[in-house]
Nanobody
Framework: QVQLVESGGGLVQAGGSLRLSCAAS????????MGWFRQAPGKEREFVAA???????????SYADSVKGRFTISRDNAKNAVYLQMNSLKPEDTALYYC?????????????????WGQGTQVTVSS
């Protein structure tokens, strides 16, 4: 069983930055694709970014169009951690951000393909 714990959320002004972290348990973490999703009040959960597992030789990262060029996903397999660096934040980025992991190494923007989910960390961007 894999447990995911997010941290790093908070309140920031528009144009500011935040770095989200996701700590994962499990010996096979390095081969899991990992993703970040978000859900704003009254809206469906949406894909933000994903990063492939170490054995995948295809595209390593993918991003939603709305965050491309502003957000960067990365991972440190030695620390069993995934990060989401968020720059140039906008009020529309306000949401509960979830870390997710899937047992297969290719990244995906399809939420049902993920096997493990964290509890979420709140990001609020004020205008």
């Amino acid at each position: 069983q894999v447990q995911l714990v997010e941290s790093g959320g908070g309140l920031v002004q528009a144009g500011g930055s935040l770095r989200l972290s996701c700590a994962a348990s499990g010996r096979t973490f390095s081969n899991y694709a990992m993703g970040w999703f978000r859900q704003a009040p009254g809206k469906e959960r949406e894909f933000v970014a994903a990063i492939a597992g170490s054995s995948w030789r295809g595209d390593n990262t993918s991003y939603a169009d709305s965050v491309k060029g502003r957000f960067t996903i990365s991972r440190d397999n030695a620390k069993n951690a995934v990060y989401l660096q968020m720059n140039s934040l906008k009020p529309e980025d306000t949401a509960l951000y979830y870390c997710a992991g899937k047992r297969t190494p290719w990244n995906s923007d399809y939420a049902p393909s993920y096997d493990y989910w964290g509890q979420g960390t709140q990001v609020t961007v004020s205008s």
